[in-house]
């Protein structure tokens, strides 16, 4: 079946650490992106990539890194920078056209303590 | 003027009711419009791309207003599974290939027995 898959669905992690949160999709979409959902708020804008080896910042980037070294594949790297990582992540791919519809993968729950 | 606000809710109503959402959207330039549907906990799925001219599927339709620079979504005959956060996103092409999609908060709706 064709979809986005994140991977783990929940992730705990002390203050200090780096981890990376996993993307992959399967839909051949060329376009990428990462956002950060917070308790009542709309879905922020971490990074997004429109084709492979290139990204850029979103509205939120600081504290976080990527990499877009396969079509495939945007893993999320949440660093000890960011000041309040505890979210719900959220990926999504998209195929460049007029419309130009998103679609989500199922999310990871990081909870920093 | 937000990018993107959508009523904040949230909308409790009995089963079979009509319910009426808004969003409106500051970016003339904006290029797409859809709505989607986020159950709790859950990623955005897409319910609908809207149309210049309306659009219709089942129990929901979707209009959208340039001119006015809104959205509107109408669910008929509300079931107990429309219960959700419907969230209204605006796209815009932000020069060659790179198009940003913004997010509103979204509408909690709760459908009652």
């Known amino acids: 079946d064709g979809g986005i898959t994140q991977s783990p669905k929940y992730l705990f992690r002390k203050e200090g650490q780096n981890v990376t949160l996993s993307c992959e999709q399967n839909?051949?979409?060329?376009?990428m992106y990462w956002y950060r959902q917070d308790p009542g708020q709309g879905l922020r804008l971490i990074y997004y990539?429109?084709?492979?080896?290139?990204?850029q910042k979103g509205d939120i980037a600081e504290g976080y890194s990527v990499s877009r070294e396969k079509k495939e594949s945007f893993p999320l790297t949440v660093t000890s920078a960011q000041k309040n990582p505890t979210a719900f992540y959220l990926c999504?791919?998209?195929?460049?056209?007029?419309?130009?519809?998103?679609?989500f993968g199922p999310g990871t729950r990081l909870t920093v303590t | 003027r937000k990018e993107v606000e959508q009523d904040p809710g949230p909308f409790n109503v009995p089963e079979g009711a009509t319910v009426a959402f808004n969003c409106t959207y500051s970016?003339?330039?904006?290029?797409?419009f859809f709505w989607y549907r986020q159950d709790c906990r859950k990623e955005p799925k897409l319910l609908m791309s809207?149309?210049?001219s309306g659009n219709e599927d089942g129990r929901f339709t979707a209009q959208l207003n340039r001119a006015s620079q809104y959205i509107s979504l109408l669910i008929r005959d509300s079931k107990l599974s429309d219960s959700a956060t419907y969230l209204c996103?605006?796209?815009?092409?932000?020069?060659?290939?790179?198009?940003?999609?913004?997010f509103g908060k979204g509408t909690l709706l709760t459908v009652n027995p």
């Open positions: 999504a791919s998209a195929q460049q056209g007029d419309l130009y519809e998103q679609y």
């Open positions: 839909l051949n979409h060329d376009a």
């Open positions: 990539s429109q084709i492979v080896n290139d990204f």
């Open positions: 970016n003339s330039a904006s290029q797409s």
């Open positions: 809207v149309y210049s």
């Open positions: 996103v605006v796209t815009f092409n932000s020069g060659g290939s790179n198009y940003k999609l913004t």
